[in-house]
């Protein structure tokens, strides 16, 4: 398995033994090597693969808040605690660190460790960083060899597009940079956005939108009262595609609810309705990749953002863990030899 940093056990609150008390910081720890083992963390089929993305030069270059680069260390202490399913099988395959200006580096070797962890038959679940950090998760999911012949959606919890045009690949760009690799490969470019603030996207982006044929909810229309339209519009997405890519920028949500973000929301998405998305998408079995962005540590107000990062993390693995088989699958065919990317 690649990885960068095997980090140490995790730690947080132990009611004592039973798999009734366990918490997550029990399930990472279960997968250390042992002690003095140059071995990565075990990898169980079907199990969660956590990575951490150090990254915020992307957002440095969108002239965002910078600070995101320091959230994998936060959600992960949010999340420690938290009690996890007595099947829950999880890893941390450690963080990728950005040095400054070098975020394409880093985005490739974020997608190494992407690709390793599909091979193995985990979900990798990466706590950003930037949402310079999509492409890194795209590039893992094209270069893996696991997606060959299946129709790869991606579903964006975003007040943003991220579609920009720039000439210099920032936070704001991933989604064109995908559309481009997908369209250039003969590959159809399927994107969905939840949480869309009008306000803050500009004309040309929505034309760039309906270019890409890129649907889209407005965060207005995604109230606790519009839940039924958008579990219907998340079905819909589902029925298109083969494998799902689900990426959340924690800016979709109030700031009130998140106010550690590099862009607050004005408005934003409730939480329920955040939650009940996530939790529809990893029941489907469809789910293949998750990333979760742009929690800035030093405007968060009593670790309100990241614990709801861990909370959100902590249902869609739940969810995941309840579909799979109760017995591992066995490949259709060895994993790929290496890892090729766009």
Known sequence: MTHELTPSSWTGRDDGPGPERRRWHHAINESLSPAGSNLPPLAPHGGIAVIGFQSDEGVRRNRGRVGAAKAPAVIRDALASLSAPAELTACDLGDITVADGAMEAGQQRLGLSVAAALQAGQLPVVLGGGH??????????????????????????????????????????????????????????TYRVLGISEA?????????????????????????????AVKEFVHNFLGEV??????????????????????PATLGVPLEVILAVCRQLARSSKLVHVDIVELNPRFDVDGRTARTAARLVHAIATEHTAVLPKTPAIPASSPQPGIEFL
């Open 200 to 228: 803050n996207n500009t004309l040309e982006l929505f034309r760039t939108a309906s270019a890409l044929n890129v649907q889209h909810m407005f965060d207005e229309d995604c109230c606790s009262s519009g839940l039924p």
């Open 132 to 189: 310079e950090t999509a492409f890194g998760s795209y590039l893992g999911l094209a270069g893996s060899g696991t997606l060959a012949g299946k129709h790869l959606g991606i579903i964006n919890l975003d007040a943003h597009f991220d579609l920009r045009t720039d000439p210099v690949p920032s936070s704001g760009t991933p989604f064109r940079q995908i559309a481009e690799a997908e369209l250039a490969a003969g590959r159809d470019f």
């Open 242 to 263: 083969d494998a799902v890519y689900l990426t959340i920028d924690l800016d979709v949500l109030p700031a009130h609810v998140a106010p550690g973000v590099s862009a």
